[in-house]
């Protein structure tokens, strides 16, 4: 028995239909367009003889009951960002739901283990700031007295949000009880980048998902008049901030180098006091943002960059103090399961590409819980996504529903083989 590629595809346009407008994907989580979504997605679900509900935190699930109660779960996400895109998280979704009536077909009703997908809520936090509400509420890391102070642009709490939605906040940790059977986790996703894309390869095989170090770094000198104040006389901290821009590229350089696998670090801000024409820079901060895959490299990035600011901030007579803003270590995922996802995608005839995630996914959080996980991408085209223009050919569409239907077949019988069912 096989899937309905097609369907898929035919399902991902339906979705746009009904909840895109001119400017993109209007499914922000918790909004009445994400509601209408998910109306239309359990009415999907609602053809398959299995069992529905939605969990505390507003995770929507399908079981399909299998012979043993051990569980392969299949995740993705339905929300999308304000001018989205049409397959950021639907992909992962509506294939799961092909492969479940694969499954229910070929099974009866009741394949060898129970297998089970999940929509998850608000995996962008497009609207309160937060990613990965549902997914992070299930795996007990999310942070509930962070979550009960988050506000929308408008001052609307997330939790009077979740009331409107039927949510209730002090229940959400309840959700946990969702993963007791887990054995296994897969997701598909599209990449989102361009590296599939560079490379010619439909399909990839993820590693796992890049550790983050984020960080404040102030560079304090003094303001002088730009005028009065000899060039060698100065404290410019702005001269100091400045050299950490090429300075980062060296330190990734060092750290994996220009590879495809390799670290990434980003200054995205530089804010200057007293940020005036005719002052010297007194203050300017800058903000850093560095990733890897590994967890040991990522800490050498770290110090490099803290090593490299200290000596600038020597050189230009200025001091330098660092704050961090939030972290979190690399996510690996599972080798068997890594293997399997390579096996999957070679069997429809591709090349398959071992690469890490850049952005976290549902994945990460599951992952980071202790169940053997892995995530399938398949190449984005312009390499770019939350935007409207986010778009993959509909050839590499079919493909990727097929080689995760197999993945899904093939973990089905890992749990089993490993004795986890
Ligand atoms: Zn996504």
Same mark, same amino acid.
């Given at each position: ?45 609602? $053809?398959?003889?299995? &069992?529905?509900h939605t969990d505390e935190a507003g995770n929507l699930w399908i079981t399909l009951r299998g012979e043993s109660e051990k569980a392969l779960l299949i995740g993705g996400h339905i929300d999308s960002v304000p001018n989205g895109g049409w397959l950021d998280g639907s992909l992962d979704t509506l294939a799961g739901l092909e492969i479940l009536r694969?499954? +229910? ?13 999940? =929509?998850?809520? =608000? ?8 990613? @990965? ?8 890391? @999310? ?26 906040? &002090? ?9 007791? +059977?887990?054995?296994?986790?897969? &997701? ?24 983050? %170090?984020? #960080? ?19 404290? =410019?901290?702005? @001269? ?6 090429? $300075?980062?590229?060296? !330190? ?27 002052? /010297? ?12 895959? =590994? ?19 020597? %050189?230009? +007579?200025?001091?330098?103090?660092? *704050?961090?803003?939030?972290?979190? %270590?690399?996510?690996?995922? #599972? ?6 996802? *390579? ?37 984005? @085209? ?12 509909? &050839?590499?569409?079919?493909?990727? /529903? ?12 890992? !749990? ?6």
């Open positions: 028995m096989k899937t309905n590629p097609q369907r898929t595809i035919a399902e991902l346009k339906e979705l746009r239909e009904l909840t895109a407008d001119e400017n993109g994907a209007q499914r922000v989580a918790f909004t009445s367009t994400w509601a209408k979504a998910r109306a239309w997605l359990r009415r999907k679900f609602e $053809e398959l003889p299995a &069992e529905i694969r499954l +229910n077909a070929q099974y009866n009703g009741k394949p060898p283990v129970t297998v089970r997908l999940v =929509d998850w809520a =608000d995996e962008e936090g497009a609207r309160f700031g937060k990613s @990965l509400f549902g997914s992070s509420a299930c795996s007990g890391h @999310l942070d509930l007295e962070e979550a009960r102070a988050l506000k929308d642009k408008d001052g609307i709490t997330l939790l009077a949000a979740l009331e409107q939605n039927g949510i209730d906040f &002090e229940k959400v940790p309840e959700c946990r009880k969702e993963l007791a +059977n887990a054995a296994a986790y897969l &997701e598909l996703h599209i990449e989102q980048g361009p590296v599939l894309l560079d490379l010619d390869r439909p399909l990839g095989t993820v590693l796992g998902t890049f550790g983050v %170090e984020r #960080h404040a770094i102030t560079f304090h000198g003094q303001g002088a008049h730009a005028g009065a104040t000899p060039m060698n006389k100065r404290k =410019d901290a702005f @001269l100091a901030a400045a050299k950490m821009s090429p $300075e980062i590229y060296r !330190i990734t350089d060092r750290n994996g180098g220009p590879s495809r696998t390799g670290g990434v670090c980003t200054i995205g801000s530089c804010t200057t006091k007293p940020g005036i024409v005719t002052s /010297v820079v007194e203050e300017c901060r800058l903000t850093l943002d560095q990733r890897h895959l =590994d967890a040991a490299a990522l800490a050498r990035m770290l110090i490099e960059a803290k090593a490299a600011s200290e000596r600038f901030a020597r %050189e230009g +007579n200025v001091t330098v103090s660092w *704050d961090r803003i939030w972290q979190i %270590e690399p996510i690996l995922f #599972h080798a068997d399961l890594i293997a399997l996802c *390579d096996e999957a995608i070679s069997e429809t005839g591709a090349i398959p590409h071992r690469l890490p995630s850049g952005p976290l996914h549902d994945a990460s959080e599951i992952a980071r819980f202790g169940i053997p996980t892995v995530m399938m991408f398949v190449q984005s @085209l312009h390499g770019i996504s939350h935007n409207k223009i986010e778009d993959t050919k509909e &050839e590499h569409l079919e493909s990727a /529903v097929t080689a995760f239907d197999k993945l899904a077949e093939k973990a089905m019988k890992w !749990i089993i083989d490993n004795g986890v069912a």
